[in-house]
């Protein structure tokens, strides 16, 4: 059975961070999930935060990142909202969509806003995109460092090394796990 993580927005915002958690879910390692309200999340946040990006460039980016997961489109978990409790009601539906989907962990930035005393009742957890990564590296190394390999191979104007990947994924806040790809 495959381990299945929920991605909030959070974690799908920053775009060296969101490349990387779908090249992991593309190796196999998680099955991530996300439902088009969190999708529409990032990319509203996108449009208000980065005028200077293009709508056609984003809907471009959003079709990828449907096409690049297997099945990580979440959905019938609207039902679900009005009997869940976080300390933000607007976080229910990320709630509810990793209920429905079956998922262990949610990806957040945003702990406080998924205590554990409210997932414990549904068997999930949340972790930071930090904690995440670092257990993804524990499961396999190889595979995240090919990860991020990929990404700097990516790069093209200008082009990146992995030392540009793992910087922007630290300013990001992934400071432990850059640190264990780095020195490890």
């Known amino acids: 059975m495959a381990f299945i993580a929920l991605y909030d927005a959070s974690v799908l915002y920053p775009n060296t961070l969101r490349d990387l958690l779908i090249r992991i879910a593309q190796t196999g390692l998680v099955e991530a999930k996300w439902t088009d309200q969190i999708l529409?999340?990032?990319?509203?946040?996108?449009?208000?935060?980065?005028?200077?990006?293009?709508?056609?460039?984003?809907?471009?980016?959003?079709?990828?990142?449907?096409?690049?997961?297997?099945?990580?489109?979440?959905?019938?978990?609207?039902?679900?909202?009005?009997?869940?409790?976080?300390?933000?009601?607007?976080?229910?539906?990320?709630?509810?969509?990793?209920?429905?989907?079956?998922?262990?962990?949610?990806v957040t930035s945003?702990?406080?806003?998924?205590?554990?005393?409210?997932?414990?009742?549904?068997?999930?957890?949340?972790?930071?995109?930090?904690?995440?990564?670092?257990?993804?590296i524990h499961l396999d190394r190889k595979v995240v460092w090919a990860c991020v390999q990929q990404i700097a191979d990516s790069w093209r104007c200008p082009p990146g090394t992995v030392d540009d990947v793992l910087d922007r994924l630290e300013r990001a806040g992934l400071v432990r796990a850059t640190a264990e790809l780095r020195w490890g």
């Open 110 to 136: 945003n702990l406080r806003d998924f205590p554990a005393a409210s997932l414990a009742p549904w068997d999930l957890e949340s972790k930071s995109p930090d904690e995440f990564l670092l257990d993804q």
């Open 40 to 106: 529409d999340e990032v990319f509203d946040s996108l449009k208000r935060d980065r005028p200077d990006l293009p709508a056609t460039a984003l809907e471009r980016t959003r079709k990828l990142m449907l096409a690049a997961v297997r099945d990580c489109l979440v959905t019938k978990y609207e039902p679900l909202i009005g009997a869940l409790d976080l300390p933000d009601p607007d976080d229910r539906h990320v709630l509810a969509a990793a209920v429905r989907a079956r998922a262990q962990v949610i």
